[in-house]
């Protein structure tokens, strides 16, 4: 059974397929910390993912995987403080900067752009679905194997500071903006649970976040004007 260690929960899994093992392999855990789960995957588990929406036609190895995501992230909501954040993190100097939009937005692209202006500064956290916790008084983001199409992720932690709303437009603009309006934005990129405990769970982290990180929304086009202003903003305080 392999063990792994993603954003510093140690747990076993035991995987129907091999594309599970295989996606993972970059986190196995071979130290001395004891797994504080285990994941014991089954057909159960692949046909409530086919429920969600658009996911009915995907191959059960891959819905597989979305399921052990989904326990993972169920136990670090419950347990360690943690939420998954759609986004594309990257870290710079060490620190951690999460653009997040809905699909398609460009949150990848403007990411590859700080990559292209600022070379290997720029390190990728997570490009997808990166786990967010809340650890000794601050919060970190970390790398997961979920990392989207480019499969962009480093099995590594960062101090964040600052979250991005992404908007497209045809022209660039950068402002800070308040808890308030950040949070349906982070409402509809992390998974909602049902449970009335883990929702209370949720919101505490949430609050926690929104207060204490900055939290900027920029409105760009795909140019590398657009990613200078957004570093100058964030990462220069130039604003």
Same mark, same amino acid.
Request: proline share 4%; hydrophobic share 40%.
């Given at each position: 059974?392999?063990?792994?260690?993603? +954003?510093?929960?140690?747990?076993?899994?035991?995987?129907?397929?091999?594309?599970?093992?295989?996606?993972?392999?970059?986190?196995?855990?071979?130290? +001395?910390?004891?797994? =504080?789960?285990?994941?014991? *995957?089954?057909?159960?588990?692949?046909?409530?993912?086919?429920?969600?929406?658009?996911?009915?036609?995907?191959?059960?190895?891959?819905?597989?995987?979305?399921?052990?995501?989904?326990?993972?992230?169920?136990?670090?909501?419950?347990?360690?403080?943690?939420?998954?954040?759609?986004?594309? +993190?990257?870290?710079?100097?060490?620190? +951690?900067? @999460?653009?997040?939009?809905?699909?398609? %937005?460009?949150?990848?692209?403007?990411?590859? @752009?700080?990559?292209?202006?600022?070379?290997?500064?720029?390190?990728?956290?997570?490009?997808?679905?990166?786990?967010?916790?809340?650890?000794?008084?601050?919060?970190?983001?970390?790398?997961?194997?979920?990392?989207?199409?480019?499969?962009?992720?480093?099995? %590594?932690?960062?101090?964040?500071?600052?979250?991005?709303?992404?908007?497209?437009?045809?022209?660039?603009?950068?402002?800070?903006?308040?808890?308030? =309006?950040? @949070? /349906?934005?982070?409402?509809?990129?992390?998974?909602?649970? %049902?449970?009335?405990?883990? /929702?209370?769970?949720?919101?505490?982290?949430?609050?926690?976040? /929104?207060?204490?990180?900055?939290?900027?929304?920029?409105?760009?086009?795909?140019?590398?004007?657009?990613? =200078?202003?957004?570093?100058?903003? *964030?990462?220069?305080?130039?604003?």
């Amino acid at each position: 059974m392999p063990r792994y260690k993603i +954003a510093d929960v140690v747990f076993d899994a035991e995987p129907i397929y091999g594309y599970t093992v295989k996606l993972c392999e970059k986190y196995l855990y071979s130290g +001395a910390e004891k797994p =504080e789960f285990t994941a014991v *995957m089954t057909k159960n588990d692949i046909d409530a993912e086919k429920t969600q929406a658009g996911a009915e036609n995907f191959p059960d190895y891959y819905l597989e995987s979305l399921a052990l995501f989904r326990k993972l992230c169920d136990y670090v909501l419950s347990f360690r403080q943690g939420i998954i954040f759609h986004s594309s +993190a990257v870290a710079v100097d060490g620190k +951690a900067y @999460l653009f997040t939009a809905p699909s398609g %937005t460009g949150k990848s692209t403007h990411a590859r @752009l700080w990559r292209e202006m600022l070379g290997d500064k720029v390190v990728y956290i997570n490009d997808d679905k990166p786990i967010i916790r809340y650890v000794d008084g601050d919060f970190y983001v970390y790398g997961t194997p979920w990392n989207g199409k480019h499969r962009l992720d480093t099995n %590594t932690r960062a101090k964040i500071a600052a979250i991005c709303e992404i908007k497209q437009s045809k022209v660039n603009s950068i402002c800070r903006i308040s808890p308030q =309006e950040m @949070l /349906l934005v982070v409402m509809n990129q992390t998974i909602r649970p %049902t449970e009335t405990d883990k /929702l209370e769970n949720l919101f505490t982290i949430l609050d926690k976040l /929104l207060t204490t990180v900055p939290l900027y929304r920029l409105e760009c086009d795909i140019s590398r004007k657009a990613a =200078e202003m957004s570093y100058g903003a *964030m990462a220069e305080n130039k604003i």
